[in-house]
């Protein structure tokens, strides 16, 4: 049983750094979670907190059914992959897979060294055994570090940011093989990082930190549609979610000069102050700026190839939306703006989501050019 259980758990560093706070998730036997959050949200001392080299200062940590508090890393039957890959320098690549075995197996030095050879070749560095760290690409380095995982057969694989030393090619490349190999393998694993692209395409579920707390766990499509709150709604989804603040009147609310009106917002008095938001893919943006119900002028236009991203002047802020080839705007361009009633997500003053977003109730939602 592989099962990964975090009660209350908080991890301070000294009396005033929060590092992780009243972190509780589950993590179940065989199931690929991804931990993101930005930079210092607690990624990496909730990681190091599961494999042991942290320890909590208060809550309980469970693989399986034991308890793990007082249980020193190398005990917990798991494998962790940092961000720099730690290999040894000096050592080959077969020693420094073999060396990943060596506190954590009772076979003959026969079998270590086959086995040294089936994760290599399941890796595809067979060839690259005899080489030192220092003769391989990062990309061969992230394989070798994984791989040194690997060889130790654990329940539980952490990986710390292992992509983020690759380009974005060989990290789309791996972001696949990794898939490929959790699946392959049936391990429990539980990967940081900081892309929430990553974290999208990667995972079982996603659990979203921020300030070292859980914001929310979910799959990928539960934390894009519902997402709990205003930092889950901005950090999912790119470009991020558009969000501007607004004052009620008759239970409107306006986005630009465009009244929109939502009955979740029934209990709200008038008056009062709502942030609103809509993802950069449900913007309606029309050509002819007479179409729609606001009008803003375009900054920049970022063409993908399939699809453009315009950066619009609206609200007093940057606005973005994300729209199919055939709007193509040029800058400085007046263009026309919809913004679809169930798309629509509303915030109230601590963040908190008062309204997602209905994709079943909108027939189109790819904007097509209006000509
Ligand atoms: P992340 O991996 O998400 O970037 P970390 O878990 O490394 O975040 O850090 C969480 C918070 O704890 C940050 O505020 C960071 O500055 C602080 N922190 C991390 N490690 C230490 C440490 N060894 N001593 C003091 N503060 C730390
Ligand atoms: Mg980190």
Known sequence: MSRVTLTDVTKMYGDDVIGAEDINFRIQDGEFLILVGPSGCGKSTTLELIAGLLRPTSGEIQIGDSVVNDTPPQDRDLAMVFQDYALYPHK????????????????????????????????????????????????????????????????????????????????????????QLQAELDVTMIYVTHDQTEAMTMGDRIAVLNNGQVQQVGTPSEVYA???????????????????????????????????????????????????????????????????????????????GSENILHLDF??????????????????????????????????????TIKTRNIDAVEQRQPRRQL
């Open 92 to 179: 080959t690549v077969r020693g420094n897979l073999l060396f990943g075995m060596k506190y954590n197996t009772d076979l003959p030095a026969s079998a270590q060294k086959e086995k040294v050879e089936e994760v290599a070749s399941l890796l595809g560095i067979a060839d690259l055994l005899d080489q030192k760290p220092g003769q391989l690409s990062g990309g061969q380095q992230q394989r070798v570090a994984l791989g040194r995982a690997i060889v130790r057969d654990p329940d539980v694989f952490l990986l710390d940011e292992p992509l983020s030393n690759l380009d974005a090619k060989l990290r789309t490349q791996m972001r696949a093989e990794l898939q």
């Open 226 to 304: 519902e997402p709990t709150n205003e930092f889950v709604a901005q950090f999912i989804g790119s470009p991020s979610m558009n969000i501007f603040t607004t004052t009620i009147r008759g239970k409107t609310i306006r986005a630009g000069n465009a009244p929109v009106q939502l009955d979740t917002l029934n209990e709200y008095a008038d008056g009062e102050e709502l942030r609103v938001g809509i993802r950069p893919e449900d913007v309606i943006v029309s050509e002819d700026s007479t179409q729609g119900n606001a009008v803003a002028s375009v900054s920049v236009v970022e063409n993908l």
């Open 315 to 352: 609200a007093n802020q940057d606005f973005i939306a994300k729209v199919d080839e055939r709007v193509y705007p040029s800058n400085g361009d007046e263009v026309g703006l919809r913004f679809p009633e169930p798309l629509i997500y509303v915030f109230d003053n601590e963040g908190r």
